[in-house]
């Protein structure tokens, strides 16, 4: 079985789960979990757990998330974005300037309210399973915080196309914010393309395709696309320890902050002297404590 962490480019019209269900079959192994889910209109990175690294996953999930999305304005739909049905139509020639300059504001800690297309559950239900059934209910907004938001793109008309690029916090509804943006200049959009680029250091540039990782699985050296799962927590610290630490690290041990050498508070990575990650150690208040526990 193998265990450490996959990157693939989400092709467009699948659920991250379908990604899931693909890769399962062409590992023949059924401890497969991502990291983040995508919708199925939205296409890149999607990161996967395998084996004992789907324990690690949530530390990926906390990772600064970046995108390329596709906004057009003037036009608004039930999912705000483009497999939803149109419920406005309006021109809105806005500019770029106005568009940038509406943007703006939503650097920074934020709140925003979830679409009713997504799986924040309210009162014991999906929000996306009410969605089908044609029923919207009044959702509490959610503290988000957004790094960046840049127009990299353009195209101005009555109902311009804009391309943002935004990095931002786990738990940011992308949909939500280019409408949000629309919303600032007295009009509404929706998305028509949505591309995750990276999570944390991780980069939707170093991830396989399905017909890749196929064709490797054909070969018979599909497990050489997997990451060693230090390699997958790469934008975290880490230390390395020396045989007689080791020890009491992989029976879970507290330590003093400063027998791992860390320097700061917050979780880090413990590897053995050759580089392979051993458990996940927070430090905080001078101790160092085990959160995840490998080998």
């Known amino acids: 079985m193998a265990d450490g962490f996959l ?10 789960h379908d990604v899931v269900a693909r890769v399962r079959r062409l590992l023949g192994q059924k401890k497969v979990g991502h ?20 324990r690690l996953i949530r530390y990926v999930q906390e990772g600064e998330k970046t995108y390329l999305a596709r906004a057009l304005f003037g036009v608004a739909t039930d999912s705000l974005d483009a497999e939803g049905a149109v419920l406005d139509r309006a021109p809105m020639p806005v500019s770029q300037a106005d568009v940038e300059q509406a943007s ?38 959610r503290p988000v915080v957004i790094h960046e938001i840049r127009v990299v793109e353009f195209a101005p008309s009555d109902y311009p196309e804009a391309e943002f690029l935004i990095r931002c916090g786990t738990g940011t509804y992308v949909r939500t914010l280019v409408d949000d943006t629309a919303r600032a200049l007295g009009g509404r959009a929706h998305l028509v393309a949505l591309r995750r680029t990276a999570i944390g250091p991780l980069d939707v540039a170093d991830a396989l395709t399905l017909e890749e990782l196929q064709a490797a699985a054909d070969d ?10 230090a390699a997958g927590l790469i934008g975290m610290a880490g230390v390395v320890v020396n045989e007689d630490v080791a020890g009491g690290v992989r029976h879970g041990a507290i330590f003093p902050a400063a027998v791992l050498g860390a320097e700061t508070d917050g979780p880090v990575r413990v ?25």
Do not use: C, N
Request: proline share 7%; net charge neutral; charged share 20%.
């Open 271 to 295: 590897l053995d002297e050759v580089g392979d990650l051993m458990a996940v150690y927070r430090i905080a208040g001078g101790a160092a404590r085990p959160e995840v526990v490998l080998s």
């Open 104 to 141: 703006e504001r939503f650097v920074g800690h934020i709140m925003q309210i979830p679409p009713m297309v997504s799986a924040v559950k309210v009162g014991g239900r999906r929000l996306y399973e009410l969605a089908r059934e044609g029923t919207e209910v009044e959702r509490k907004a």
């Open 35 to 54: 990291a983040g889910t995508l919708d199925p209109m939205a296409t890149g990175l999607l990161v996967l757990g395998l084996g004992r690294a789907t």
């Open 7 to 16: 990157l693939v480019d989400k092709p467009g019209g699948m659920t991250s």
């Open 220 to 229: 018979g050296v599909i497990e050489a696309s997997v990451l060693p799962p």
